[in-house]
């Protein structure tokens, strides 16, 4: 009968976390692009922005303000880089 020793890390658990905290990190500055985006549009420094971005907690509604600042600020100019051409 084998032991299991509950104390020990599996082998690959130490590339996991890197991975895993990679993950964080991209994520982490796709975060920052898009308050940076959002304060633009919005016509602010990114320090009020960025109050009211991170407090935006549903992610639907978030891309929606972006996307409803996007066009009044520059109508369909970027439409394309967004949303991609319909084929």
Do not use: C
Request: glycine share 6%.
């Amino acid at each position: 009968m084998t032991t299991l020793d509950l104390t020990q890390q599996p082998s690959n658990a130490i590339e996991l976390h890197v991975w895993r905290a990679r993950a964080i990190q991209a994520y982490a500055s796709v975060e920052q692009a898009l308050s940076m985006l959002f304060s633009y549009l919005l016509g602010t420094s990114p320090d009020y922005g960025g109050i009211v971005f991170f407090r935006l907690t549903n992610t639907h509604s978030r891309n929606s303000i972006l996307d409803q600042l996007l066009t009044k600020r520059h109508g369909g100019q970027f439409k394309v880089y967004w949303h991609g051409e319909a084929n």
